[in-house]
């Protein structure tokens, strides 16, 4: 059954895929001034491109959460929004101040920028990931908490069930945690120690039960499998999350200052993460082997698919290949780490988002359940595309990180950064002739919903 407040996810998600194009926009200028260093200099200096990269990749994933949570909890909870005027409200509130930080990135030097925004009030910019000015800080928790109690009061009042409150579990995580950004010690140690609390708290922990419940709620639909199977799976993918993720943290607090029992804590409970997105590979597959029909939105199934597999070699396989102690030693910071955290982004979280828009904007459009056969395999190519693509980038920036790391930290007589930059210039060419692959899969994924003379779809 669908519920007319579901259409408040459409803009959500329509702004999140716009976005997800101007992160990989700025990530090709990045990659081509690596290897060319004026490039748009001083227009777009790479700091600042750096900052738009990154800042834009955690926006539009929040704007895809939530445009998930919107579709997704009035349908598990069998009732309308609770508010579906304040969903749409707080949609333009954060828009808005998301395109003035990036102009302001873009148009105003970053110290300017601090105290425009009043920075010296209360001090928490100049953070890596946490760039925003404290005005935008504030901004995204106002939202963030209407956003939290127009779903909580939905949830309360109509069924509950496993995925719902899962979801509403690392909706409430992601708001707690990123409370610790507008906490900024002048002891570098203590600053480093919270600082994980948002970053590694958010992709280790709390947004992997966004992904389960994400991912849960895509194989009902595409399966039609017993929805107690799948709850009992999401369970134990869910503690094993939590238990390897929030101890994990440790294997950030090796070289920052903090007691040497992190070591070995974060050491063990961070060879222990890929577990759960192992366990996500056998879910997925499983629920598809065991599915009772066949769903006509074969696109949305592959996305389903594809997301615990990319999300085991990203996080878990390229994770567990630097996280033991003695060779984070050596990685830390380098081009291994780049090549962890491009495929584990998109493996975990850019992937299930786009697998919900799959799923749901059909039906948003006012198809059955599926765009037509031609968009479809549009849709498909554009699948590979990307994946393939964020295979090789992953695979190049492995290579550069591993000279790197010879070159740079292990051979005997060590050679400077910028000099090691030039040996592994070839490496990030390749990674933009790959990322240029990533971008038209990105062209045909858009393109797939503007591709017209599609018949509706009904579900067999």
Known sequence: MQYSSQAVAKPYFITAIALFAGQTLFGLIMGLQYVWGDFLFPEIPFNVARMVHTNLLIVWLLFGFMGAAY??????????????????????????????????????????????????????????????PTITKIGIVIVVLGFLYN????????????????LLLGLWGLAVFFLFSFYNPDNLVLDKYYWWWVVHLWVEGVWELILGSLLAFVLIKVTGVDREIIEKWLYVI???????????TGHHYYWIGTPDYWQWLGSVFSALEPIPFFMMVIFAFNMVNRRRREHPNKAATLWALGTPVMAFLGAGVW??????????????????TAAHGHMAFYGAYVMVVLAIISYAMPILRGRAAANGPRAQVM???????????????????????ILQVWLQRVAEDPQPFMVVQEKVALFYWMREVAGLFFLLGLVLYIASFFTRGEEETAIA
């Open 71 to 132: 579709y997704m909890v009035p349908e598990e909870s069998e009732t309308e929004l609770a508010s579906p005027k304040l969903a749409r409200v707080l949609f333009w509130i954060f828009l808005t101040a998301g395109v003035l930080t990036i102009l302001g990135y873009l148009l105003v030097p970053y110290a300017g920028l601090a105290r425009l925004t009043g920075n010296d009030l209360l001090p928490t910019m100049g953070r890596e990931f946490l760039e925003q």
């Open 151 to 166: 779903i909580s009061l939905t949830v309360l009042r109509g069924r509950k069930t496993v995925i719902s409150l899962v």
């Open 238 to 248: 869910i503690a094993m999350t939590l238990i390897t993720g929030i101890i994990g």
């Open 319 to 336: 994770g567990f290949m630097h996280t033991l102690a003695p060779v984070n030693y050596y990685t830390h910071g380098t081009q291994i």
């Open 379 to 401: 849709e498909m190519w554009s699948f590979w595309l990307m994946t393939v693509a964020m295979v090789f980038i992953t695979l190049f920036l492995t290579g550069a990180g």
